[in-house]
């Protein structure tokens, strides 16, 4: 089976094609694996905000599996801050660990990530 040659233009778009050589660095790519895991984490904590806000039926097998994640992911969070009003209050306790998880995986992915010299 003969397969196309890889264009020069797609090899440097994608993170895990190799450096040169036939070498690869291990921590090539990381970055996108770390933001790419906060973000989805993030997704989650969003799509249980509108699902809380638009009133979803609770008893529904994937309303349960985003609420049980939410609070899961954002435990440290609930109730840090204790405001009237329900809907400041999910944006408050939810919202904030969505924001702190891209926040500091940019830090990290930033750090992880090889630097060009």
Not at 39 to 66: H, K, P, Q
Not at 72 to 101: E, M
């Amino acid at each position: 089976m003969h397969l196309p040659a890889r264009s020069p233009a797609r090899a440097a778009r994608c993170p895990f094609a190799s450096a040169g050589a036939g070498k690869t660095d291990p921590m090539r790519g990381i970055d996108s694996v770390i933001r790419t895991v906060a973000n989805v984490l993030a997704g989650i904590l969003a799509v249980w905000i509108a699902l809380d806000l638009l009133d979803a039926n609770r008893g529904n097998t994937v309303v349960g599996w985003f609420h049980s994640a939410a609070d899961w992911l954002a435990a440290w969070s609930i109730g840090l801050f204790d405001v009237s009003g329900h809907t400041l209050q999910v944006l408050l306790d939810y919202g904030v660990p969505a924001v702190v998880y891209v926040v500091v995986a940019g830090l990290i992915a930033r750090t992880a990530s090889p630097r060009v010299r």
